[in-house]
């Protein structure tokens, strides 16, 4: 691919700046030497100077005449407005001042270009991979209080992906109180290329039911998606896109923003009386205030924004390019996973050396890589009213301890894994009999438990170090591959013990930034372990986490029919290479439903692949089941893992059917997953028309697997890459629900 060598453009008169990408041009400039403005964001342009879209009448241009300040300042397209300079839409930056106020007025100072990306102190970040990258700043001040901002931007050109930031200065001479300051706002028209009105793109749920699409008309007013609980949780994804009326895979324009952030966000679009939106992204500015002293600096975690011009597919294929290369880190950023039976649903708290050794060995015998031992193998945990906090092990459960337990994996040629819950603090624990004020809790007042547990106030260092020294303890005395981070309950009755009263208001952000930082000296301490971030599943599923951990568990959810809908949300804006996914039993634990256990497979082999079932009780016909999938595994990760996702059909939308295929960067081979959910009277044949191929490439088609079991490595046909995409293939139908067939498409 011919990257650009100058992603960052600047007019002649130095008032205009035009950020490129690949297939995208983003524009701003400088109103009357003051303001900042939002010119353009959309398909690429040659265009840097586009000063002629602001043809304001003479009343509404600031310095010709003061008359109308407040109206102008109320329709000008800012690229990031301040507060209370008489623009009525969602402001960005506010700031209490010494007397007061709230005021802030950011007029335009100057700019830099810098070739590569600094990283963010403490917050996750992108970062340049091969191919350099530029990053433009931009200096606003507010001469009032001394606010000075700086906006950042910094282009991914192959991925088509622009990320921003800000940080926010105290340049004058006293305490200021900042009482929000988003991360990026865009103020752009309301409507796509052909007039019509955008629609708001974005994904809900709850536990074992995250990730749900929902499209909507954008109305006028401010329509949003939110978190206040401390973290991302699992009832909105901080995305938003904003899309053309009827957008599908392949066409219709698409913007979309991700917030790399784990904390409370704020997501929000605004429509104004003309119809023109501003988009807004940024720590909720609810339960957030920020002490800045004369000299400090704020740092805002950051937004990557993407624009496709070629609907939803595209948008997903650049988030995911994103996140590969410029955001997951670590050892297993590019490899294979080792293949895991975690021990959670063929368990719960009832299990012993014995047990998880009897999985082990049989896990082993049909090639499975690594046991994972989930919760209760600490303190005197049996069940989930005790023991948070006290991370030793449980000895009468593990006799011999982690130790024995691994020495005893690894002669066998097995991994290790080993879950924890960090920030949870069990009233019953040793730990909170020691520390009470570790938790975060209101002094004199009972806080409301969730599943009986409190939150361990990560925002001090004297806990983040009592944590770390435990989980190092832990890790050091055995040979742990793998660690799973769960974290099961939102956060309430919010107080820190370590925060004056002026700056409680800095809990829930410090809390996140905790989180961070434990994470981040865990991975410098064991720079092989595997991390996998969870939450009940998904409630903690966004892109700040996947910066510290390569994957996280997507739901407690393991039905595979729930998780065709589940994984397809989750697809739409992340890797497959990161969403957890598991074969488990039936009838499954959460919705009783019985799928064909191949089809179980096929499913969990478009993410990270694994096992969470009691494998001593499986039958000899569903070990030869997973003895195939563990070989379907090695075969395909790789492609699953680095190749390009393509949606070709959704059970969602017709309702009977769900297919989709995952094409190797060199468009060599496909490999193409079809589920047939729902059984249809009069059962159809299905007509499949693939994707991303090369058009002038000849392919020869296999079927390579059915849940069925009937034929394997059949030739269905061999045809070019525009046949294929075009004319299509026809998959025979099935009989039963949940059935499936995997094909690979070779080049010949
Ligand atoms: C919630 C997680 O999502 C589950 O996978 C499991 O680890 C339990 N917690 C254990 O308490």
């Given at each position: 691919m011919n990257y650009i060598v100058h992603s960052v453009l600047v007019s002649d008169g130095g008032d205009s700046f035009r950020i490129d990408t690949a297939n995208t041009s983003y524009v701003i400039g400088i109103q009357d030497g003051l303001y900042l403005g939002h010119f353009y964001y959309g398909a690429k342009i040659p265009e840097t100077d586009l000063s002629y879209k602001t043809a304001f009448a003479p009343p509404m241009s600031p310095v010709k005449t003061s008359r109308e300040l407040c109206v102008f300042m109320d329709c000008y397209n800012f690229e990031y407005p301040g507060w209370g300079t008489g623009d009525s839409r969602e402001g960005a930056l506010k700031a209490i001042?010494?007397?007061?106020?709230?005021?802030?007025?950011?007029?335009?100072?100057?700019y830099r270009i810098s070739s590569g990306k600094e990283p963010i102190p403490g917050l996750p970040s992108t970062f340049a991979a091969e191919d350099p990258v530029e990053t433009l700043e931009i200096d606003l001040q507010d001469p009032d209080t001394g606010l000075s901002v700086t906006l950042f931007y910094t282009a991914f050109p192959e991925c088509d992906v622009i990320a921003r930031r800000v940080e926010v200065k105290n340049e004058g001479g006293h305490d200021l109180d900042l009482q929000r300051v988003l991360s990026a706002t865009m103020d752009m028209p309301g409507v796509d290329r052909q007039g019509r009105p955008f629609e708001l793109l974005t994904y809900h749920g709850t536990w074992a039911r995250?990730?749900?699409?929902?499209?909507?008309?954008?109305?006028?007013?401010?329509?949003?998606?939110?978190?206040i609980c401390g973290k991302t949780g699992n009832r909105m994804q901080s995305f938003l896109g904003l899309v053309s009326p009827a957008v599908s895979q392949e066409q219709g324009q698409v913007y979309g923003l991700q917030f790399l952030y784990s904390g409370n966000f704020s997501s929000m679009v605004e429509k104004g009386p003309n119809g023109d939106i501003r988009v807004s992204m940024g720590i909720h500015p609810e339960e957030?205030?920020?002490?800045?002293?004369?000299g400090e600096t704020f740092h805002s975690p950051e937004v990557v924004l993407t624009y496709s011009d070629a609907g939803l597919g595209k948008m997903s294929r650049n988030f995911h390019d994103l996140y590969r290369a410029h955001l997951i880190r670590g050892k297993y950023k590019d490899k294979k996973r080792p293949i895991l039976i975690n021990n959670w649903e063929a368990t719960y708290f009832d299990f012993d050396h014995d047990k998880l050794l009897s999985i082990a060995k049989q896990a082993k015998e049909c090639g499975i890589e690594m046991l994972v031992v989930d919760d209760g193998w600490f303190g005197k945990r049996n069940d989930d009213n005790t023991s948070l906090g006290d991370w030793t092990v449980n000895e009468e459960k593990l006799p011999g301890g982690i130790r024995r337990l691994s020495d005893e994996l690894s002669a066998m040629g097995m991994k290790l894994g080993l879950w924890f819950e960090p920030e949870m603090v069990s009233p019953d624990s040793d730990l909170f009999r020691a520390h009470p004020d570790y938790a975060i809790a209101i002094p004199g007042r009972e806080p409301a438990r969730s599943r009986n547990q409190l939150v361990l106030d990560v925002s001090r260092k004297e806990v983040r170090d009592y944590l770390f020294d435990s989980i190092r303890k832990v890790l050091e005395s055995a040979?742990?591959?793998?660690?799973?981070?769960?974290?099961?309950?939102?956060?309430?009755?919010?107080?820190?013990?370590?925060?004056p009263s002026g700056r409680q208001g800095e809990l829930m952000h410090r809390f996140t930034l905790g989180v961070y930082d434990l994470q981040e000296r865990l991975l410098?301490?064991?720079?092989?372990?595997?991390?996998?971030?969870?939450s009940s599943g998904g409630a903690r599923f966004d892109p700040g986490m996947l910066y510290y951990s390569p994957q996280i568990w997507t739901s407690d959810d393991t039905d595979a029919y729930e998780r065709i809908r589940i994984q397809a949300g989750a697809q739409t804006l992340y890797p497959l290479s990161c969403l957890g996914a598991h074969v488990s039993i039936c009838p499954n634990h959460v919705t009783g439903r019985t799928v064909p256990f191949m089809t179980r497979g096929i499913v969990a082999l478009a993410g990270t692949f694994g096992y969470e079932l009691d494998i001593t009780q499986l039958s000899e016909e569903d070990k030869a089941h997973i003895r195939r999938q563990v070989e379907l595994f090695h075969t395909y990760n790789d492609l699953?893992?680095?190749?390009?996702?393509?949606?070709?059909?959704?059970?969602?939308?017709?309702?009977?059917?769900?297919?989709?295929?995952?094409?190797?960067?060199?468009k060599k081979e496909m490999l193409l997953t079809f589920l047939h959910v729902m059984n249809q009277p009069c059962m159809p044949n299905r007509h499949i028309c693939l994707k991303g191929l090369a058009p002038e490439k000849r392919y020869r088609v296999f079927l390579v697997e059915e849940s069925s079991g009937k034929e394997k490595k059949d030739i269905v046909c061999e045809a070019f890459g525009s046949t294929l995409m075009n004319a299509g293939i026809v998959i025979p139908c099935m009989y039963g629900d949940f059935q499936s067939a995997l094909y690979h498409i070779e080049e010949v």
């Open positions: 001042d010494s007397n007061g106020t709230s005021r802030v007025n950011l007029l335009y100072k100057g995250e990730f749900t699409k929902e499209i909507r008309p954008i109305g006028f007013g401010r329509t949003g998606v939110v978190s957030f205030s920020w002490k800045l002293c004369p040979d742990i591959a793998y660690v799973k981070w769960d974290m099961n309950r939102h956060l309430s009755d919010l107080y820190s013990a370590g925060l410098s301490a064991f720079p092989d372990l595997l991390l996998e971030n969870c699953i893992r680095n190749g390009d996702f393509y949606r070709i059909a959704s059970f969602a939308d017709n309702g009977f059917y769900d297919c989709y295929g995952v094409v190797s960067k060199d």
